[in-house]
T-cell receptor
């Protein structure tokens, strides 16, 4: 079974608007971490934001926030005030105690910011 | 020197060649990883090293051979590769293997096997 599901292969957003990228996950462990990465065309995976399963509040890092809905097992990334440089692939990933060695990555969402 | 570096950034090799990919991390981390990223596929974990000991090998063909001489350096030795091995190879490191630990990635090596 897929551990991470990203259902949006491609998204478009107008510059300066907000956009939400969807991610759902599957684990039976109570302890897990959720991560979002950005991959520009250059290839490097850039860490954006982390949410722990026991965190009471949604994580925020600058223009990035994570909408964590534990009961629904969703961890959507919200990018506010989109910029042209935000155009990239975005990957959701999870790590739990059972698979502590390994990140499970989703298939990614390609975001294009339109001027 | 910052973060995780990888060399070379691009590599073209024939099926009979032997080459090595190098990864170096300057973050003081104890765990290092090799991933393969093929087009339209999720990242695939290949190898995990923790404190220089290999702790995971995800059914990777023997034509890929990892080496971790110390906690800062990781190599991936390549020999007699196949065209389907063409991909982006990413190295990552993390402080440890705990589930809360973020992995930090290098820029990757784009490999083309002819």
């Amino acid at each position: 079974a897929q551990k991470i599901t990203q259902t949006q292969p491609g998204m478009f957003v107008q510059e300066k608007e907000a956009v939400t990228l969807d991610c759902t996950y599957d684990t039976s462990d109570p302890s897990y971490g959720l991560f979002w990465y950005k991959q520009p065309s250059s290839g490097e995976m850039i860490f954006l934001i982390y949410q722990g399963s026991y965190d009471q509040q949604n994580a925020t890092e600058g223009r990035y926030s994570l909408n964590f809905q534990k009961a629904r097992k969703s961890a959507n990334l919200v990018i506010s005030a989109s910029q042209l440089g935000d155009s990239a692939m975005y990957f959701c990933a999870m790590r739990d105690i059972t698979t502590g060695n390994q990140f499970y990555f989703g298939t990614g969402t390609s975001l294009t910011v339109i001027p | 020197e910052t973060g995780v570096t990888q060399t070379p950034r691009h590599l073209v090799m024939g099926m009979t060649n032997k080459k090595s990919l190098k990864c170096e991390q300057h973050l003081g981390h104890n765990a290092m990883y090799w991933y393969k990223q093929s087009a339209k596929k999720p990242l695939e974990l290949m190898f995990v090293y923790s404190l220089e000991e290999r702790v995971e090998n995800n059914s990777v063909p023997s034509r890929f051979s990892p080496e971790c001489p110390n906690s800062s350096h990781l190599f991936l030795h390549l020999h007699t590769l196949q065209p389907e091995d063409s991909a982006l190879y990413l190295c990552a490191s993390s402080p440890s293997r705990g589930y809360q630990e973020t992995q930090y990635f290098g820029p990757g090596t784009r490999l083309l096997v002819l």
